[in-house]
């Protein structure tokens, strides 16, 4: 299964991804797409796009979202067919989440499941605090999410939140975390900073 963490401060934000696509076959059973990519993808030098869940969805959001200097103004028809295309999986089958990491403006992200009803969580850095977001399969329960942040917690206070660098490194430990929670999170991680 895919995981992503996001980790934003009003200056820039860190996205690292694990190297699993997942996606779902005709026999409609979860599978791992051979290859190593991540699940998250630039579409501006302001901006990237998170998907977990369906690899399926994020080749479509790239062919939708094709990068670009200036960053998009998305519109609300954009954001209603990325809910859309994500609500493709139904959710008794897979957990499908996605994340938009904005910076064109004020630092923003935000997160949307497949489960119906669900709506856009926006999230803000505020000062010193720092926004996080996690992005896991159901191999990973709430429970485990806890423990997931507790442990991003103490890892950026080791290694510092002062800079993308000292962050990102944070998260690549972190990745190893997570890996020993669900096992079939990869181990190899990609790294997008905005």
């Known amino acids: ?97 996605l994340a938009v990491v904005d910076h064109s403006q004020k630092m923003t992200c935000q997160m949307i499941s497949n489960q119906p009803g669900d709506t856009w969580h926006r999230l803000y850095p505020e000062g010193e605090r720092l926004a996080a977001l996690y992005m896991a399969g159901r191999g990973v329960d709430e429970y485990q999410i806890r423990q997931i942040s507790a ?12 800079s993308v660098e000292q962050v990102s490194s944070a998260q690549k430990t972190l990745n190893k975390f997570a890996g020993d929670l669900d096992h079939t999170i990869g181990a190899r991680t990609f790294l997008l900073h905005v």
Not at 10 to 22: C, E, F, G
Not at 34 to 48: E, H, M, T, V
Not at 151 to 162: H, P, Q, V
Request: net charge positive; with cysteine; charged share 25%.
């Open 1 to 97: 299964m895919s995981f992503v963490s996001i980790i934003a401060s009003d200056q820039w934000a860190s996205v690292v991804s694990d190297n699993h696509l997942v996606d779902m076959n005709k026999q409609g059973k979860i599978v791992v797409r051979p290859g190593s990519k991540p699940s998250a993808l630039r579409i501006s030098d302001s901006q990237i796009i998170c998907c977990t869940g369906s690899a399926s969805a994020l080749r479509e959001i790239r062919e939708n979202f094709l990068f670009r200097d200036e960053a998009y103004k998305i519109s609300q028809d954009q954001w209603d067919w990325l809910t859309t295309r994500i609500r493709r999986i139904p959710h008794q089958v897979q957990d499908v989440l």
């Open 151 to 162: 442990e991003c917690s103490r890892l950026i206070r080791k290694s510092g939140k002062n």
